[in-house]
């Protein structure tokens, strides 16, 4: 930092009473034309306004008051910000309440899509409608039986065959 | 009600923790401390005379809504002059294309010498006309370490840039008034 920077430094200081010049920077300001002309101005500034007066004893009520009126519409416009939400809450629970279950006797939901159970079911239940329950029973007993014993897509299990029996049993799908 | 010692005055952290409170008290402090500033500050930034009392009203109502937001960085002086400086600019806003600055405002020096009443009338006045020819951050960082007598680290915080560039707009400032006003 050079002698002007210095200078420069101090003098907010020195302008409002907080410090002092010392010799050297008074010397240092008499000769120096740029530090001069900023200190006129950082003097002039300091007191710029010094005749403008404010009264803390007037205007603090006012500033309080407004301040306290403020704090309560505040409050008024936060409890009617709650309020709304609440009612809008209330409302969607009402309506979900109502709506939802009336939603459900008219049409359910499918459950895969585009294929309506409603169809499905009433086309493979309709011969059944007349059937005897002793029937049933044996149409759900054939539901649950597996298809023939041994019979799968990858064909028979050889596992338990012995070679001649394997070539035979190749030789008749050869045949066939 | 906020306890305050002749050698010891508390601190404007500590009077705006007893507002933030509900110390009312401590509120009536700061305004005793700092409306003053803030009045000249505004003077200085082009207020008229007659809207001085009105703006400092409300640029403390201002900063009495949000002091919640002041955590201490900047200095509370520097910050309410901050607030100061964005109520005139909104105030400039609204009455766009009117007199806002009202610089021909008679000045009320009280010198006993007539011509050194004058000179101090016509060096006031040329000097709030220079400031007004400022960009708005050159000036606002030139009046907070001038006027106020801020340090840069405190008109950083409160202009929200760095220290340095605080120190390059008040140089700046400084060259342009020392050609306006000289």
Not at chain 2, 11 to 19: F, H, I, K, N
Request: a negative charge; hydrophobic letters at 40%.
């Amino acid at each position: 930092m050079n002698r002007c920077e210095a200078v420069s430094e101090r003098m907010p200081a020195v302008a409002s009473g907080r410090g002092e010049w010392s010799p050297a920077e008074l010397e240092h300001l008499a000769g120096c034309g740029d530090c001069t002309a900023e200190w006129e101005l950082v003097s002039a500034a300091s007191v710029l306004g010094r005749t403008i007066a404010v009264d803390p004893r007037t205007l603090t009520p006012r500033l309080l008051e407004r301040v306290r009126v403020a704090r309560r519409e505040d409050r008024q416009r936060r409890w009617v910000a709650r309020s709304a939400q609440v009612a809008g809450l209330a409302i969607a629970a009402v309506l979900l309440l109502t709506i939802v279950p009336r939603r459900r006797d008219v049409a359910p939901i499918p459950t895969s899509p585009g294929v309506a159970t409603t169809e499905v079911a009433g086309l493979q239940l309709a011969e059944l409608d007349g059937a005897a329950p002793s029937e049933l029973e044996t149409v759900l007993a054939e539901f649950d039986e597996p298809t023939l014993p041994g019979s799968s897509l990858d064909g028979p299990d050889v596992e338990g065959l012995d070679m001649s029996q394997v070539e035979r049993a190749l030789r008749s799908w050869e045949e066939s | 009600m906020v306890a305050m010692t002749e050698s010891e005055p508390l601190s404007d952290a500590s009077l705006a923790a007893a507002w933030r409170a509900g110390d009312e008290g401590a509120a009536a402090e700061i305004v005793r401390r700092h409306a003053g500033a803030v009045a000249r500050f505004l003077y200085s930034s082009g207020a008229g005379r007659s809207d001085v009392d009105d703006l400092v009203q409300e640029a403390l109502f201002r900063a009495f809504r949000k002091l919640d937001t002041w955590r201490g960085e900047a200095s509370l002086r520097s910050w309410l002059c901050r607030i100061a400086g964005n109520l005139l600019k909104d105030e400039y806003r609204k009455q766009r294309g009117r007199q806002v600055v009202s610089i021909d405002d008679d000045q009320v020096v009280d010198t006993a010498d007539p011509h050194e009443e004058a000179a101090a009338r016509e060096s006031e006045a040329r000097l709030r006309a220079g400031l007004q020819t400022l960009p708005r951050l050159q000036r606002e960082v030139f009046l907070m370490r001038a006027q106020q007598g801020c340090e840069y680290r405190e008109i950083a915080a409160a202009l929200g840039t760095t220290p340095g560039a605080a120190r390059v707009h008040y140089h700046h400032a400084v060259k342009r008034l020392k050609e306006l006003v000289s």
